[in-house]
């Protein structure tokens, strides 16, 4: 009963984000008539969450209240920021909600971890299936945004419906929220009063590892593969709307699908191929992806649109995921979670930050007359990814994990 109920709480955790942030760029330049660089802004507000959200996590719900009252909290106060976000008049008025409930949302990431973790008894057997419904929830909301309601349309982004993705996610906050308080008690484990230790809190005491050769090599790419990322992220909605792609938001679907069989792929590839060779397919996929993205088109080559999406499962769990367990393997027992802190820091803080931003500045660089040329906004990304693919091959060890 307990798994089906954390099942229900990932569910509505990635449906909602999944909800509004896989169409934010379309809705800014349709609704807001955003530029470039204020969609980058915006997702760069998902870095910033990053960043804040170990204060959060290690100075409140580690300490002070409980960490299922803490995810109510976060997604009431959320759901009203989302319908905020949806009566916006400008990006003026946007960004400020857009950041303040980003600053929510990111530590609710970890809560969901945390309070799934303490409440099952084989984490290394039962999570994997409760966070599966994540997925399932990401997925659902894009087949719903297109396929049931049409929200991304042609005539319904002329029309502005895509302001109504946040409407649908503010009601499952809110529900989130309110079902949150129903979920056994998960107190704090850190005694209050305790000695704050900032170190810890930012991952800084897996800094030793940087001194490591393969460690650094991989950690620099890290960040700088997360400048392609970036553009997925950012500008893929958007991209396949404007050249009038059906179902844009639907079909982006094929991704999450895609991350399901790469989880399953990995133990396999790793222990066959090593962990050098399953960093370098994630890394060449991501310039792959985005050659097939500007080729491609609505119309007989779609076929390359569709299959740049579902290599996301390839491009993400190859190199991201990968990684995590890289990095978990390097660390000593007392510094585990300070190395995912560090990486995650690294990765979706500064990584993404820088990307959000360049791909705001080649946005606008490339647009014309109202429209992109998104063949040259894609080849960027492209040959940035094959240029670390190339450095990473060469400097980085092969090595086995332990």
Not at 196 to 209: F, I, K, P, Q, T
């Amino acid at each position: 009963m307990i798994r089906v109920r954390l099942s229900i709480m990932m569910f509505l955790q990635f449906f909602i984000w999944g909800g509004w942030f896989v169409t934010m760029g379309s809705f800014l330049a349709s609704n807001l008539h955003a530029s470039g660089v204020e969609i980058g802004t915006a997702y760069s507000t998902q870095s910033l969450g990053a960043i804040i959200a170990p204060f959060i996590i290690g100075l409140i719900a580690d300490r002070f209240v409980n960490a299922e009252r803490l995810l109510a909290l976060c997604h009431l106060a959320g759901g009203l920021l989302m319908l905020m976000l949806a009566r916006a008049p400008d990006f003026a008025a946007f960004y400020p909600c857009l950041l303040a409930y980003m600053l929510l949302y990111m530590p609710t990431l970890a809560l969901v971890n945390a309070v799934s973790f303490r409440q099952i008894d084989d984490p290394a057997r039962s999570f994997a299936a409760i966070r599966l419904w994540g997925t399932v929830g990401w997925i659902v909301a894009g087949l719903a945004i297109s396929y049931v309601f049409a929200w991304d349309s042609p005539a319904s982004l002329a029309a502005g419906s895509l302001q109504k993705t946040f409407l649908m996610c503010a009601t499952a906050s809110f529900a989130l929220g309110f079902y949150s308080l129903t979920l056994p008690a998960t107190p704090p484990r850190v005694v209050p009063g305790g000695r704050v230790v900032w170190r810890e809190l930012l991952g800084l005491d897996a800094l030793g590892m940087l001194k490591e050769r393969n460690f650094l090599v991989f950690f620099a790419a890290s960040i700088l593969l997360c400048i392609p990322l970036a553009f997925y992220y950012q500008d893929a909605n958007q991209f396949l709307t404007e050249i009038h792609v059906a179902n844009a938001t639907g079909k982006q679907t094929l991704g999450q699908m895609s991350e399901v069989l790469g989880m399953l792929a990995i133990p396999f590839l790793l222990r066959r191929a090593g962990i050098k060779a399953t960093l370098l397919i994630g890394m060449a996929a991501w310039a792959v992806r985005y050659a097939l993205f500007a080729a491609g088109n609505a119309g007989p080559l779609a076929w390359m649109l569709l299959v740049g999406i579902a290599l996301h499962g390839v491009c993400y769990d190859f190199f991201f995921v990968s990684g995590q367990i890289y990095t978990d393997a390097k660390a000593g027992e007392r510094h585990k979670s300070a190395a995912q802190g560090l990486i995650t820091l690294a990765t979706y803080g500064i990584g993404m930050l820088i990307g959000f931003q360049v791909a705001g500045i080649i946005g606008d660089a490339n647009l014309h007359a109202g429209l992109h040329d998104w063949r040259t906004i894609w080849l960027l990304p492209a040959g940035f990814a094959l240029a670390v693919f190339a450095v990473f091959a060469l400097l980085f060890r092969n090595e086995k994990l332990a």
